[in-house]
């Protein structure tokens, strides 16, 4: 397979990684400030079909055509810039993990105070401001691992 339709791909999985978490963590911030339960149930339900139809298949892609690249281009351990982009991107992995479960704990807890009591448990407030702090490093991480993958820079 040529060279240009992997870097294609790669490019095109990194945006769709990017925009997906960017976009999702916008809507459930706005749906959990507008206190309207109906609104944070489907939202909570919509960010995890989200996470498993764009998020899960572009983590296994982005290191698959980008190992690939890196093999065809000889990049390795001897490329600074490209080992801190690999250790950032499994940073980024380490953070999204718990944010996955949170999303998933937070997503039923809507659906049980949508069908039952119609209050969510004190739980679900700690459980979103800890998914919303896992993103700031996850999302750094990302910015700087897209900053790495364009500038190259010649790092040690
Ligand atoms: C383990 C994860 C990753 C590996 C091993 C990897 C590897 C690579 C390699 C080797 C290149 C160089 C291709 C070239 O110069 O021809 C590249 C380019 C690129 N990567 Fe990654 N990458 C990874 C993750 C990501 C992520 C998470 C993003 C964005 C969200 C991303 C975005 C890009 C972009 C935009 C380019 C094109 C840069 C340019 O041509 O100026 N990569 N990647």
């Given at each position: 397979m040529s060279y240009e339709i992997i870097k294609w791909v790669h490019i095109l999985s990194g945006i769709v990684l990017?925009?997906?978490g960017f976009g999702s963590a916008f809507?459930?911030?706005?749906?959990?400030?507008?206190h309207n339960l109906d609104n944070?149930?489907?939202?909570?339900?919509?960010?995890?079909?989200?996470d498993w139809i764009f998020t899960t298949p572009t983590v296994f892609l982005q290191p698959?055509?980008?190992?690939?690249?890196?093999?065809?281009?000889?990049?390795g351990f001897s490329s600074g810039w490209f080992m801190l982009a690999v250790g950032l991107f499994i940073f980024a992995g380490l953070c999204w993990l718990p944010v996955v479960w949170l999303q998933i704990r937070m997503r039923n807890d809507a659906q049980?105070?949508?069908a039952r009591s119609g209050q969510l448990p004190?739980?679900?407030q700690?459980?979103?401001r800890l998914w919303f702090w896992l993103?700031?490093?996850?999302f750094s991480s990302m910015v700087a691992v897209v900053w790495l993958m364009v500038a190259q820079p010649a790092l040690a």
């Open positions: 990017f925009g997906t809507y459930k911030f706005m749906a959990d400030r507008s944070i149930a489907i939202t909570n339900r919509h960010v995890v079909l989200a698959l055509t980008g190992f690939w690249m890196a093999h065809e281009r000889g990049f049980s105070a949508l004190p739980r679900y700690s459980d979103a993103g700031i490093p996850a």
